[in-house]
């Protein structure tokens, strides 16, 4: 019984099973609860991380470029979080816009799947990776800024584009 | 500094706990703890949740209209500082949960009336239509009130007539 139950972990993958190893349940039962675990996972335990080279994220300026992929964060060894600055390669734009594809610009991130931490305890989160492209001063490209931005902002001294958002999270 | 309510389960959400989400549309969701967080992800519904506050109150289990309600309205204007007005606040909030507190409790108790009654009528009847589950039939026509015989446990020399009873 025991030795079926291991040959039957190995095939699907020991992390997942490492609750399961143990009991002295029938193979039909275990394997029932194999499938409803995978199916969960794929649901919605997604571990998000930091904006590091290669993430795409979208541009939420009418400074013409439309998806950018970041190809450096400056401050954070393991990448960029919310509310950091960024440089990024464009890769879609708009045809008659500020920047065209394939210019290098600087990018401030206003909005991360990651979570951070509030100075309060709490946490935040949103929906999707997204940036503000500014030039080097920190002075943002574009006029208008779409979506919600977090206030994590004034403390990055980023005041103009929060003056520019049209929700502050 | 202001408590929230979680999103999904209704409690009250003290500093320095939970998370938010903040969707596109710039809605922003508040939970308590990671389980309504997880819950949330898997699209449940809260009103179909039972553990919830809005399960709770949309079956009928919580009271849903009360007068102390209207005291924890989010109110939007901030409200100039005075000292008196603060201590007063303190000492009705404490009076204002007392009383809520006691006439959820009634509202509970309301449910719960009338199952002492119902279980009685219960009992009544399934002794009725099964007694001869315990009694036999037979013996149900010697002694027609419905308890048990008594057995009187005498000594000694009248225990042979009385085992014969018993075996009945």
């Given amino acids: 019984m025991n030795a079926g139950l291991i040959s039957k972990c190995s095939s699907v993958g020991r992390s997942m099973l490492g609750g399961l190893g143990n009991n002295s349940q029938g193979l039909l039962g275990t394997s029932h609860e194999i499938m409803r675990m995978t199916c969960n996972k794929f649901l919605s335990q997604q571990h998000r991380t930091f904006i ?50 394939g210019d290098v610009v600087y990018g401030v991130v206003v909005r991360a799947a990651m979570q951070r931490g509030r100075c309060d305890g709490s946490e935040i989160k949103f929906d999707d990776n997204a940036v503000v492209l500014v030039n080097k001063q920190g002075e943002p490209i574009g006029t208008r800024v779409f979506g919600p931005v977090p206030h994590e902002l004034r403390k990055k001294k980023h005041v103009k584009i929060l003056t520019l958002a049209e929700h502050i999270a | 500094m202001r408590l929230e309510k979680c999103w999904f389960c209704s409690s009250t959400i003290y500093p320095g706990h939970g998370m938010q989400f903040v969707r596109n549309d710039a809605k922003i969701f508040r939970f308590c703890r990671s389980k309504c967080h997880k819950n949330f992800k898997m699209k449940r519904n809260p009103r179909k949740v039972k553990w919830t506050k809005a399960y709770r109150r949309l079956h009928g289990k919580d009271m849903t209209q009360d007068s102390t309600f209207e005291f924890e309205r989010k109110r939007n204007r901030p409200e100039r500082y005075d000292r008196n007005v603060t201590e007063n606040t303190l000492k009705a909030i404490k009076k204002i949960d007392k009383v809520r507190v006691d006439r959820e409790a009634r509202h509970h108790a309301l449910r719960r009336k009338g199952k002492k009654a119902k279980e009685q009528k219960e009992a009544a009847k399934e002794l009725e239509q099964s007694i001869h589950m315990v009694k036999a039939p037979a013996a149900l026509q010697q002694e027609p009130s419905l308890t048990l015989p008594k057995i009187k446990v005498s000594v000694s020399h009248q225990q042979a007539e009385e085992n014969r009873p018993m075996e009945e």
């Fill in chain 1, 52 to 101: 590091q080279m290669r993430t795409n994220l979208k541009v939420v300026d009418n400074s013409g470029a439309k998806r950018v992929m970041c190809i450096q964060a400056l401050k954070g060894k393991k990448g960029a979080r919310l509310g950091d600055t960024i440089i990024a390669s464009v890769k879609e734009a708009q045809p008659r816009g500020k920047v065209k594809k």
